[in-house]
């Protein structure tokens, strides 16, 4: 890894564990925790910062959802298939990651970070109460092929895909929030698993700084969860809102220069 100051350090813990309580709320935590690792080493290889993200994200991934399972006993037909479904989606995508070259990675950033923020603030509602649009097993080869196609984003890039996830159970299945949140969860941790096994064998790990996020990221994640479930998430669309901005901004003026 890098040499990098003390005090970068502690800026990466803190997004990590911001990241961590926005991801179990309203899911996007990726853009929050990977563009800060982009800011802090402009000039590492995509590689290394997905595959640090990964460890600090399953971290929180783990214990949101945990805490989900344990409140809201998510319906396992679904959550199982979708799961499997993303696991494997998620290992082609992140053997594909390695390829990807650093002067694409800011403009992909970029063009996701623009559209996940886009979406939130025109969708300030994703879904009051669970009403399934699908019964049988056409629900459940939506869950599975949602599942795939996300899994595959998440291991070849990642940031969003717990926002996609809910975004894509509330407006493909019909289910409300707090449903659609705690089953991406599960799809999530499952994304991160697969992501790890490419990633790990690889030698990809910046590990004490992953686990060091990865630290921030449980507590923010079993805060996170929490607040779902106790207050909802209109005061954290707020502030995830004003964080994806900033990053925004941020990388979008490296993608300028790097243009220019």
Not at 156 to 174: D, H, K, N, Q, S
């Amino acid at each position: 890894m890098p040499h990098v100051s003390a005090l970068t350090v502690c800026l990466l813990v803190l997004a990590a564990l911001g990241a961590g309580w926005v991801d179990a709320v309203v899911g996007g935590g990726g853009l929050i925790q990977l563009p800060a690792l982009l800011v802090a080493f402009p000039g590492a290889a995509p590689v290394h910062l997905l595959a640090t993200n990964k460890v600090a994200s399953i971290c929180g991934t783990t214990t949101s959802a945990a805490t989900y399972g344990r409140r809201l006993r998510p319906d396992p037909r679904t959550a199982g298939p979708l799961a499997v479904a993303a696991f494997a989606g998620s290992l082609a995508g992140a053997t594909a990651a390695s390829r990807i070259p650093r002067s694409a990675f800011n403009p992909l950033i970029l063009l996701v970070l623009v559209s996940v923020g886009t979406w939130t603030l025109l969708r300030p509602a994703m879904g009051a109460d669970t009403v399934l649009r699908h019964t049988g097993h056409r629900h459940y080869a939506t869950a599975v092929g949602l599942g795939f196609g996300v899994g595959t984003y998440d291991g070849a890039l990642g940031p969003g895909t717990g926002t996609f996830l809910v975004v894509a159970l509330v407006g493909l299945l019909g289910y409300g929030f707090l449903d659609a949140s705690a089953k991406a969860k599960i799809a999530n941790l499952a994304t991160n698993l697969a992501a790890l096994v490419v990633f790990v064998p690889q030698g990809a790990v910046w590990w004490l700084l992953g686990l060091s996020m990865g630290a921030a990221n449980v507590v923010g994640g079993y805060v996170g969860a929490r607040t779902a479930m106790a207050r909802g998430s209109r005061f954290v669309r707020v502030v995830f809102v004003v964080v994806v901005a900033a990053f925004t901004v941020r990388i979008g003026w490296d993608v300028v220069r790097q243009l220019g």
